[in-house]
């Protein structure tokens, strides 16, 4: 994996209330080009927040937040140039935990709605890049399919392919495996691995550590909003340090 020399989404001091409830508390970090960033923690640490910020999903409540130099936020002024949440998402892909694919479209629809109507691709040329896409997650003969008829896995597929089908840099995952039943996580994990292998930048929360670890360049242990512990897989997930992160992996060893 090749990194380039400037993060392309840096966070410093990054906050994110809820009222009086401060669900992020200063959450220093840099995402290079190329890099799989794995998020770990127990439930109610932060992840899905921090992960929802980053594609402006949650707007941050505070901190400094900038995508390839651009400033993320009119919260954030700044001398630098700015980036609306509109393009963000664009080039921020988001896959999330329980599909949100639209029931009333057929699969290729529901791929090439977001290229036909924020790229302004013509039909032809976004159903083309659709079947492209459905034949790299394994599903080039559902496209006609509607999502009641798709297992979950499957539908995981068809939102990645979704995501993927804007072009995005960066790629989002909130936990994409926890709503399967457990003989469909492979599936949605092969095409993850392939993106990773295919060097897609990506962010990971997951629970699914023995895929974390043979995928992540880096790993976050996140807890009460702030960042516990970092550092390669290995240190992480094979090696851990503190005996809080010991105790949290060791739920999945049981």
């Known amino acids: 994996m090749t990194q380039s020399q400037d993060p392309v989404i840096r966070l410093r001091g990054l906050r994110k209330n809820f009222g009086t409830f401060e669900a992020l508390k200063g959450i220093d970090l840099d995402l290079h080009t190329g890099e799989v960033l794995s998020v770990i923690g127990p439930s109610g640490s932060g992840k899905s927040t921090l992960i929802r910020c980053l594609n402006q999903m949650e707007e ?11 400033v993320v ?13 509109g393009e963000l998402r664009r080039r921020v892909g988001m896959v999330f935990q329980h599909f949100n694919l639209f029931p009333h479209l057929s699969v290729i629809d529901n791929i090439t709605k977001g290229p036909r109507t924020v790229l302004g ?17 394994g599903l080039a003969d559902k496209a006609r399919a509607y999502p009641a008829h798709l297992s979950g896995g499957q539908k995981q597929r068809v939102a990645i392919a979704r995501a993927l089908a804007l072009r995005p840099e960066v790629m989002l995952f909130d936990e994409p495996t926890s709503a399967l039943d457990p003989e469909l996580v492979g599936e949605v994990l092969a095409v993850v691995r392939r993106l990773a292998e295919g060097g897609m930048t990506m962010v990971l929360v997951t629970h699914e550590m023995g895929f974390a670890a043979d995928v992540a360049s880096r790993v976050l242990f996140m807890e009460s909003g702030l960042i516990a512990d970092e550092g390669t897989a290995h240190e992480i997930l094979r090696a851990p340090r503190s005996e809080r992160l010991q105790g949290f992996l060791a739920r999945f060893h049981a």
């Open 73 to 85: 936020s009119p919260k954030f002024r700044a001398k630098a140039p700015m980036i609306g949440a």
């Open 121 to 137: 691709e013509e039909r032809g040329a976004a159903e083309a890049h659709a079947m492209e896409l459905l034949e790299e997650v």
């Open 60 to 70: 941050p409540s505070g901190g400094e937040f900038s995508f390839q130099g651009r």
